[in-house]
DNA sequence: CGTTTACTTGAATGCTCTCAACCAGCGTGG
DNA sequence: CCACGCTGGTTGAGAGCATTCAAGTAAACG
């Protein structure tokens, strides 16, 4: 298996990769290594000179406020150029951190340059990730602001096994999910109690499962219901909306 | 002037916008049309074929959730091209409609595909837009995830100075602003009392005032301590955090 | 002018937060 | 091996921010 194959996986869901395209990719990462869990990768407010591509684990972008709270405007699965917007912006506006051990795949800024210089089909691929990245945060906006926790939590349970499923990491109707509930709050902007409660309604209810770093989906269409999850926005093409029973 | 000026002048905040990329934009113009207020230039679900530069005006992206309740995601302004992205995801998901009366220029998507084929430095600019836009939804999250009504309402009004400023509609520490408390309530995420105390609560403050259509700012350093605002993630690389005085 | 739209105000309800414990699992060291 | 301490999760209760409902005012429009 190749190394930028998540990567492939997701740009593939609506364009066609081609062997020489993947080639490309390929040769464009510098180095590959494993941070632990819970260490900044790149820090808000520096200028990167090359980008992250991340191969296994989760990271998550987020920004610090003035009184202390943190909130987290974006999760990035494997498969994911954590922050190929770096490339073209000069200074990062937030900080991206693991929230699980990860295996990361560096890609110099001068490569990504001499892509956009030869490739043009490449480059709409690349710039289409970062479009994705856009939708998926409008999603976030709306969620944050106009859903009720419960909702909230339904939609990124969603997203996330849609996003996970494209990239092959779901395991029937389950998957890994080893972060804590403070990460969620974090997320969604609310309290880790209030958090827990809307949790466990969801819970309750029977709509899925969550224990230790497992989470098992056990009623798609409620789900899909309370959330108000259409996966439109993912661009992803594939039959999802029924996910395999 | 030229057309396209507002665009190019907001490209050219961090880039070089050569004579000959601002010909080859000028060019790319397929039409150029007045749209009255309160219509979706972008409905939900289409699939454009050609994206829109906002001349004039302002125009608002959002959604609309079960309960009927609205969330705005982002606020364009002139020389925004207010839905670039359209180009490659396949479909929108969300509307855009003009807050007021506004002029838009349309650019078929088959000439973005000729400049991302031929233009690499013109297709990094454009890509770079987006990416704009993308940071200011970041930013967007943040505050309605974790800043006080008082603080977004702060932030927008700074952030709308800044970008405003970028193209030249600031007049002085003022502004244009024609656009109604509900739809801010809507971009924030909250109710139009609530958005009204608020909005009482910092003019009362002497930060800022709004008669009519027109902002002014008061208090700048209040207004951005309060608001907690900081344009870099703008990109705008304008001596801005001190306006002229 | 009369009508509509936008803005403002008051009061009651309720969602969400904070504070403060308490519990459970797990790794470490005695 | 078990006690301890740490982290993450859970629960209860009171406070407070934000919403809704409802009404009233002001400004814009034909």
Redesign the pocket.
């Known amino acids: 298996m190749d190394l930028v194959d998540p990567l492939v996986a997701r740009l593939s869901q609506k364009n066609v990769v081609t062997p020489e395209e993947r080639e490309i990719l390929g040769k464009a990462i510098a180095r590959i290594r494993d941070v632990p869990a ?1 260490q900044d990768i790149v820090t808000e407010g520096s200028r990167p000179t090359e980008s992250t591509l991340l191969l296994r684990g989760f990271t998550a972008r987020y920004s610090t406020v003035a ?1 202390g ?1 943190r909130q987290i405007v974006a999760i990035h699965v494997s498969g994911d150029f954590v922050d190929l917007h770096g490339f073209l912006l000069n200074r990062m506006d937030h900080g991206i951190y693991t929230m699980t051990p990860c295996r990361i795949a560096s890609v110099p800024h001068q490569r990504l340059l001499e892509i956009t210089e030869k490739f043009p089909h490449l480059t709409r691929l690349l710039w289409l990730s970062t479009l994705i990245d856009a939708a998926i945060h409008r999603q976030w906006i709306v969620g944050v602001g106009r859903l ?3 909702a909230r939590v339904a939609h990124l349970i969603c997203e996330l096994y849609a996003r996970l499923a494209a990239v092959g990491e779901t395991d029937g109707l389950r998957f890994q999910l080893p ?7 974090d997320s969604f ?12 309604e969801l ?1 309750g209810a029977g709509l899925f499962s969550w224990q ?1 770093d497992q989470v098992e989906i056990l009623d798609w269409d409620r789900l899909v219901e309370i959330g108000e999850f259409d996966p439109t926005y993912l661009n992803l093409d594939v039959t999802l909306p029924r996910p395999p029973l």
Do not use: C, F
Not at 189 to 200: A, E, P, Y
């Open positions: 819970d009184n709270k009720s926790a419960v972060i804590t509930q403070e990460e969620l709050a902007g609310m309290s880790i109690v209030h958090l827990n409660r809307s949790l466990q819970r230790r």
